[in-house]
Antibody, heavy 122, light 108 residues
Framework: QVQLVESGGGVVQPGRSLRLSCAASGFTFSSYGMHWVRQAPGKGLEWVAVISYDGSNKYYADSVKGRFTISRDNSKNTLYLQMNSLRAEDTAVYYC???????????????WGQGTMVTVSS | EIVLTQSPGTLSLSLGERATLSCRASQSVSDSYLAWYQQKSGQAPRLLIYGASSRATGIPDRFSGSGSGTDFTLTISRLEPEDFAVYHCQQYGSSPQTFGQGTKVEIK
């Protein structure tokens, strides 16, 4: 069964850091680009970052550039999002998502995790 | 950045009715790289349509997508109880990928 399971969310103070993880199973993780997408409470979806299948290419939304880092460990079938200098506006459910086609970087997302909530508050 | 504008914001319809959702892009979407997702309350989005008109695996044929360039449409031919949800469009032809603000389909 193809599955993505996020973890690592929680309540954190402004300016602090948090690392999210996304464990993949049921598909060849090392062949697919992976993304983080977030959704603030009651709002729409916002793409956050993408990493290529081999980790060689990474791109970020302007809103997180310089503060967030996406990475992956293909030996562990796990995707990460290191979030530094967190702000109140980063409060959201964070989803990891898989590219539909293998070896792509920009694609539709055919598998999503259940999401993990990050709340930035003092 | 391509801005996607979805309309209407909310669509109130009855079971069995036809739903027509619009997604308009501020610039032409490359290669019709336009997707639609369905999201139910408290759940992750689910891919319905990719490439503007191709149904994803397991999606019923009452869902169809059309359009090109800057104007795209998602049509649900006959609303079933499980179709009442929020629908998001996404363009993935240009960086950064962007989403519309969503259309809520609610029971009238």
């Amino acid at each position: 069964q193809v599955q993505l399971v996020e973890s690592g969310g929680g309540v954190v103070q402004p300016g602090r850091s948090l690392r999210l993880s996304c464990a993949a199973s049921g598909f060849t993780f090392s062949s697919y680009g992976m993304h983080w997408v977030r959704q603030a409470p009651g709002k729409g979806l916002e793409w956050v970052a993408v990493i290529s299948y081999d980790g060689s290419n990474k791109y970020y939304a302007d809103s997180v550039k310089g503060r967030f880092t996406i990475s992956r460990d293909n030996s562990k079938n796990t995707l990460y999002l290191q979030m530094n200098s967190l702000r109140a506006e980063d409060t959201a459910v964070y989803y990891c998502a898989k590219d539909q086609r293998w070896l792509q970087l920009w694609d539709a997302f055919d598998i999503w995790g259940q999401g993990t909530m990050v709340t930035v508050s003092s | 950045e391509i801005v996607l504008t979805q309309s209407p914001g909310t669509l109130s319809l009855s079971l069995g009715e036809r739903a027509t959702l619009s997604c308009r892009a501020s610039q032409s979407v490359s290669d019709s790289y336009l997707a639609w997702y369905q999201q139910k309350s408290g759940q992750a989005p689910r891919l319905l349509i990719y490439g503007a008109s191709s149904r994803a695996t397991g999606i019923p044929d009452r869902f169809s997508g059309s359009g090109s360039g800057t104007d795209f449409t998602l049509t649900i031919s006959r609303l079933e109880p499980e179709d009442f949800a929020v629908y998001h469009c996404q363009q993935y032809g240009s960086s950064p990928q962007t989403f519309g603000q969503g259309t809520k389909v609610e029971i009238k």
